[in-house]
């Protein structure tokens, strides 16, 4: 088994910046990740992009190519197109990558998971022809596959930049149905100073906002009552806004209210996290280094919360400090001389942040589906029977799980876990933190009987009792 | 007095029996914990399985039959009452072997037992190519199996939801997040809950799974329990694959197929770790090769509730007549003759079980 000082699992912002500063300074660094280059989602393909997408994607992409860049120049092991599917004490870090399974052992860990899209569970959401504006953006990216006769509907700045996206490839949204209401927006303003502060942030949104009227793009905000209609595929978003009832008829529906942090590799190995009411999701519990409860275990980027790719690079920077002083590679006051602008320009690039979370909170209908609405769509279980195993004395979604299956498919409850949560604390009138969350166990991505099997035959395994 | 029966535990163990009780007409109330606590219930491999067990305990052999058999009965009604099929198969079992001897050793263990049994102990030995006949899906490596006729496999999960939903229905009471830290016995019995709350009831029934280590020396009884390990994995669904069980391979309901199970010695440890799986998928590729391309999608560990020689406790206290613990590793096995047959055992009505085989003063000896 290969062994290295540190670990870092995602090529993301935070990852690319960690891996290249404990690189430079001293410590023996392997960066696992599943894409075949670096750049995470953010950034995805960055390197490899041509001058026409980057024009259609924006100079904040084109920014990726710097942290790419350091990385190929650097001595970091890039192992790429690897599933880390196991994170054991140790560290012991189980892989997939061309077919077979490996493993990696490093003192420290570094996890860079990024973020997930929340998942906006509506009516009709699972039907053929519904995906994520989240997806929609990386098939922009990675093919330069551009959806036609779409909505693009939710809330959160990701929208803005899509549909911007869309507009300056030449494929303009049909409308952008936002969820927010003014009261919203309103009660943002009492973030304004601090958002101020962060004015590049707000200058860019308006400027997205400014691009899309000018190319004529229908906006609806305060919209209520979101639904996909159709029979086998998706063929109008219906919805209520302005006291008026709309029906658009499309064939993609883009859906997006915001990104959660994606905390399964931590939870699988026991991080403690809280529930965050300002961003409504869980967040591992920090100290201001990107440091777990876990020793030699730390977590930067949006996996800690999320903050966007700014935040994320400078997170994975602060991380390396500690973790190349922790191992005896950079002494303290060396490592506070570096942190120290990090830190500044961190609450820079956070000040925007509270307003930008109560402008654009999560859509309350996906945060209370009907019963109808299906939630875990590996299972397909509705909200109606989440609800129920309250009912049946299921405090939390451990127990709901066992009862309806939700969580129990391929996506390891990914895309059901904060719903599930979400319902069974508004039905028992527990908090989300004393409801809990899934237990996460490996395989944290599915991997087959053979390659597991495989790492028994060569001794990958220590004997043990049985 | 709050009711006649207070159980401690709402796993498969405790609900099997407040369900039996309560069905009887007894007023019933379950005491269970919080969706974090080790629930064997909820690692359950599924098996409804009697070959192996008490090969050199014959009354443990014939208990775990009689469970057996009514298993198709406690099935049917607690399914016709819920509306939700338990998918309850007993078409018989295997266990498969890879080595001629030690299938050889265990036959001639069977034939012991069989004798003591008085010649009541039905299995059927298959060669491999009588094995393959039956499971196609079974690589060229197996010898043969033994096929127990009596074995079967149900789902767990359907089990204790089934339970957890009839027992409501016929009235009785479930209070959730609840854990018992203290029981004295003013008039009756009076529990006392870490949240400050209290229960009193006439009669305990103390199935807290490990949590009995701690509880059962309050009401007298030993309570000699220890968790042990079990490891399982299941795969993404995959058509048909297997018709029967066998000790460590079932298709469930929905498709995957479940692999198991470590018995590992680790304390109050329930995590999964690499090594094991990879041993489980290892064995499992070994009898059925065709898995080999198959996914997994989940692991799970759960902790097993082991007494020093592996059978079940059933046991009235002493300095607290009244009080009784009842505790085993074969919850889903037992469960049908803790519904039917414990109630007549705990209430000391004639035709009971005669259950002295299971006292805990077996291991003062």
Same mark, same amino acid.
């Given at each position: 088994?290969?062994?290295?000082?540190?670990?870092?699992?995602?090529?993301?912002?935070?990852?690319? =910046?960690?891996?290249?500063?404990?690189?430079?300074?001293?410590?023996?660094? /392997? #960066?696992?990740?599943?894409? !075949?280059? $670096? +750049?995470?989602?953010?950034?995805?393909?960055?390197?490899?992009?041509s001058a026409d997408r980057v024009r259609v994607l924006g100079a904040d992409y084109a920014l990726g190519r710097g942290l790419t860049t350091a990385l190929a120049e650097s001595g970091v092991q890039h192992i790429h197109g690897a599933v880390v599917w196991a994170i054991e004490d140790g560290f012991r870090l189980s892989y997939t990558a061309n077919g077979?399974? =490996?493993?990696?052992?490093?003192?420290?860990?570094?996890?860079?998971?990024? /973020? #997930?899209?929340?998942?906006? !569970?509506? $009516? +009709?959401?699972?039907?053929?022809?519904?995906?994520?504006?989240?997806?929609?953006?990386?098939?922009?990216?990675?093919?330069?596959?551009?959806?036609?006769?779409?909505?693009?509907?939710?809330s959160g700045p990701l929208i803005y930049l899509v549909a911007a996206q869309m507009v300056r490839a030449g494929v303009p949204p049909l409308a952008l149905v936002e969820t927010q209401s003014t009261r919203d927006m309103i009660g943002a303003l009492r973030h304004m100073p601090g958002a101020l502060r962060g004015w590049r942030g707000l200058a860019k949104g308006l400027?997205?906002?400014?691009?899309?009227?000018?190319?004529?793009?229908?906006?609806?905000?305060?919209?209520?009552?979101?639904?996909?209609?159709?029979?086998?595929?998706?063929?109008?978003?219906?919805?209520?806004?302005?006291?008026?009832?709309?029906?658009?008829?499309?064939?993609?529906?883009?859906?997006?209210?915001?990104?959660?942090?994606?905390?399964?590799?931590?939870?699988s190995i026991g991080v403690s996290h809280r529930w965050s009411s300002a961003q409504q999701t869980f967040t591992p519990v920090l100290d201001a280094w990107g440091g777990t409860d876990r020793p030699g275990l730390f977590i930067a980027g949006d996996g800690a919360g999320i903050s966007g790719a700014m935040v994320a690079e400078i997170a994975g920077r602060l991380a390396a400090l500690k973790l190349a002083e922790e191992a005896g590679h950079l002494g303290i006051s060396e490592r506070d001389r570096r942190a120290a602008p990090l830190l500044r320009a961190r609450a820079r690039e956070l000040a925007i942040r509270p307003f930008l979370d109560a402008a654009y909170p999560p859509y309350p209908g996906a945060l209370r589906p009907d019963d109808d609405t299906l939630i875990c769509r590996c299972e397909e279980v509705t909200a109606g029977e989440i609800r129920q195993t309250a009912t049946l004395g299921c405090l939390g979604p451990n127990q709901a799980k066992s009862f309806t299956r939700a969580g129990m498919g391929p996506c390891q409850g990914r895309y059901c876990g904060l719903t599930v949560t979400a319902i069974?604390?508004?039905?028992?009138?527990?908090?989300?933190?004393?409801?809990?969350?899934?237990r996460i166990r490996p395989p944290l991505k599915p991997v087959t009987l053979a390659e597991l099997a495989a790492m028994a035959e060569t001794g990958a395994t220590n004997p043990e009792g049985e | 007095m709050q009711a006649e029966y207070a159980?401690?535990?709402?796993?498969?163990?405790?609900?099997?029996?407040?369900w039996g009780l309560q069905r009887r007409g007894l007023r019933v109330v379950v005491l269970d914990g919080s969706d974090g606590d080790f629930r064997a219930s909820r690692g359950n491999f599924g098996l409804i399985w009697v070959q192996g067990k008490g090969m050199y305990a014959p009354r443990y052999a014939e208990w775990t039959r009689g469970s057996a058999a009514l298993w198709a009965a406690f099935a049917s009604e607690l399914g016709e009452c819920t509306g939700r099929d338990l998918w309850l198969r007993q078409d018989g079992g295997y266990e498969v072997f890879f080595d001629d001897a030690e299938m050889a050793r265990t036959a001639a263990a069977y034939e012991g037992l069989k004798a003591r049994l008085g010649g009541d102990?039905?299995?059927?030995?298959?060669?491999?190519?009588?094995?393959r006949r039956e499971e196609p899906a079974i690589g060229p490596r197996a010898v043969g199996a033994i096929l127990h006729g009596e074995d079967g496999h149900t789902s767990p999960l359907l089990l204790l939801r089934a339970l957890a939903d009839d027992f409501r229905r016929l009235g009785g009471r479930v209070l959730t997040g609840r854990q018992v830290i203290a029981v004295d016995r003013p008039d009756g019995f009076r529990m006392?809950?870490?949240?400050?709350?209290?229960?009193?009831?006439?009669?305990?029934?103390?199935?807290?799974?490990?949590?009995?280590?701690?509880?059962?020396?309050?009401?007298?009884?030993?309570?000699?329990?220890?968790?042990?390990?079990?490891?399982?994995l299941i795969t993404e669904k995959l058509p048909k694959l297997l018709r029967r069980p066998t000790v460590d391979l079932r298709q469930v309901e929905a498709g995957g197929v479940q692999i198991g199970a470590t018995n590992e010695e680790v304390g109050f440890d329930d995590h999964s770790t690499q090594p094991a799986m990879a041993r489980l998928a290892a064995r499992a590729v070994e009898t059925v090769p065709a898995l080999a391309k198959a996914q997994i999608v989940r692991s799970w560990a759960a902790l097993r509730v082991m007494t020093p020689d592996g059978l079940p406790i059933y046991q009235e206290s002493a300095a607290m007549p009244g009080a009784f613990l009842v505790t085993c590793h074969s919850g889903i096995t037992l469960a049908a003759a803790h519904a039917l047959r414990l109630p007549d055992w705990l209430e000391a009505k004639r035709g009971a079980p005669d259950l002295a085989a299971f006292s805990e003063d077996r291991f003062s000896r």
């Open positions: 088994m290969a062994e290295f000082d540190l670990a870092i699992i995602g090529a993301g912002p935070a990852g690319m =910046a960690a891996a290249v500063t404990a690189d430079k300074a001293g410590l023996r660094v /392997a #960066l696992l990740d599943e894409q !075949p280059r $670096p +750049g995470g989602q953010i950034y995805r393909n960055v390197s490899q992009a077979t399974a =490996a493993q990696v052992s490093a003192r420290r860990v570094l996890i860079a998971t990024g /973020a #997930l899209e929340r998942p906006l !569970p509506i $009516p +009709g959401w699972t039907l053929p022809g519904v995906m994520t504006a989240g997806a929609a953006q990386i098939l922009l990216k990675g093919s330069g596959i551009v959806p036609r006769q779409a909505v693009l509907a939710g400027g997205l906002i400014r691009e899309l009227r000018r190319a004529g793009v229908k906006r609806f905000t305060g919209a209520d009552r979101l639904k996909v209609e159709g029979m086998d595929r998706a063929e109008a978003l219906c919805f209520r806004a302005g006291g008026e009832d709309h029906r658009i008829a499309c064939e993609t529906v883009l859906l997006h209210h915001g990104v959660v942090p994606n905390t399964q590799v931590a939870r069974l604390s508004q039905t028992t009138g527990q908090s989300p933190d004393e409801t809990g969350y899934y | 159980i401690i535990g709402g796993g498969v163990v405790g609900l099997s029996v407040a102990y039905p299995y059927e030995i298959l060669g491999g190519n009588a094995l006392t809950c870490a949240d400050g709350e209290t229960v009193e009831a006439g009669k305990i029934v103390l199935a807290a799974g490990l949590g009995a280590a701690t509880l059962g020396p309050m009401l007298g009884f030993r309570a000699p329990v220890r968790p042990q390990r079990g490891q399982i």
